[in-house]
């Protein structure tokens, strides 16, 4: 899964498009705790350091000027702005789970980079993590070689596992959580998110016996693509069926801050696009 650099108007007009957003974002930000394993109380600390690990949807997370990672560093900035809070971006164009085995296993003997130029992997894992959130499964299940049958979810699930070991051990977080996998084209009865489900449900059971959080985020933006279609027939949360738009990261981020307890961070995202009135007539990409 290649990063693209692309924009996709998805909406025109500022009373249609203001319209929907409220509409779908009160929907979204009154929606917490629906999630299996996600938490009602904030786990997230002044002087946390977040890393995030992920593939290139975690890369623009930061890359982009919008990215969730950006959106949520921002949010939770306005709650502690005299905190020491830090983001660590580590997502890397077409990363699988188990090539980040690879990856996290390599840099521990030497430096690595991937899609967010000025952060070293082996640097940032050498440092404790206090919270690890770890956004995969996209590019396993773009690849042939992941279905519905037990024996390929079985693997899948091993190997995720397996990461999670790797990461608690090295970088020692007092919380990890695991965010569900987002939309694969913006059908939820395609094939593909046919087998997102089944991956999301084995990714819900090794966040429970794994002591891990679930953060809901294909759960949120499923939510806003279906209150956004009510209003807008071709509203968007993606701009090539696999990378958010400006409205799917939005709803990434904050499905991340609800899973993590961070409900009132989630809501001043809301509240930073709602009273812009130039914001409606800006383009989503």
Same mark, same amino acid.
């Not at 009373?15 to 779908?24: E, K, P």
């Not at 560093?73 to 709650?79: D, F, I, M, P």
């Not at 307890?261 to 696009?273: I, P, T, V």
């Given at each position: 899964m290649k990063e693209r650099d692309m924009s996709n108007k998805i909406i025109s007009?500022?009373?249609?498009?203001?319209?929907?957003?409220?509409?779908?974002?009160?929907?979204i930000a009154s929606m917490s705790g629906e999630a299996q394993n996600t938490k009602s109380d904030s786990t997230l600390r002044p002087d946390d350091r977040i890393v995030f690990v992920g593939?290139?949807?975690?890369?623009?997370?930061?890359?982009?000027a919008d990215g969730f990672i950006r959106q949520i $560093?921002?949010? /939770?900035?306005?709650?502690c702005p005299d905190g %020491?809070?830090?983001?660590?971006? @580590?997502?890397?164009?077409?990363?699988?789970?188990?090539?980040?085995q690879s990856v996290e296993k390599n840099s521990r003997?030497?430096?690595?980079?991937?899609?967010?130029?000025?952060?070293?992997?082996?640097?940032?894992?050498?440092?404790?993590a206090y919270v690890v959130i770890i956004m995969l499964g996209m590019n396993d299940l773009l690849a042939p070689y992941i279905?519905?049958? $037990?024996?390929? /979810?079985?693997?899948?699930?091993?190997?995720? %596992?397996?990461?999670?070991?790797? @990461?608690?051990?090295?970088?020692?977080?007092?919380?990890m959580a695991l965010a569900s996998i987002s939309l694969c084209s913006e059908n939820p009865e395609s094939p593909k998110n046919k087998v997102r489900t089944a991956m999301n449900a084995r990714l819900a059971g090794l966040a429970k016996s794994e002591s891990c959080i679930i953060l809901p985020v294909g759960e949120e933006m499923l939510a806003l693509l279906q209150e956004g279609r009510k209003l807008k027939p071709d509203?968007?949360?993606?701009?090539?069926?696999?990378?958010p738009n400006k409205a799917g990261h939005l709803s990434i981020a904050m499905g991340m801050l609800k899973g993590l307890?961070?409900?009132?961070?989630?809501?001043?995202?809301?509240?930073?696009?709602l009273p812009d009135s130039s914001f409606p007539e800006k383009a989503i990409k």
């Open positions: 007009g500022p009373t249609v498009f203001l319209s929907l957003l409220i509409t779908a974002i009160t929907l593939d290139s949807i975690t890369g623009q997370g930061w890359n982009n $560093e921002w949010a /939770l900035r306005q709650k %020491k809070m830090k983001v660590i971006p @580590l997502g890397g164009s077409g990363q699988s789970v188990s090539s980040w003997v030497k430096e690595a980079i991937l899609d967010v130029k000025d952060v070293n992997v082996k640097e940032s894992l050498d440092q404790p279905s519905e049958k $037990e024996a390929d /979810l079985d693997a899948w699930t091993g190997h995720y %596992k397996e990461l999670i070991a790797g @990461l608690r051990e090295r970088v020692k977080p007092r919380v509203f968007h949360v993606t701009y090539d069926f696999v990378h307890g961070e409900n009132d961070s989630a809501r001043k995202l809301s509240d930073k696009y």
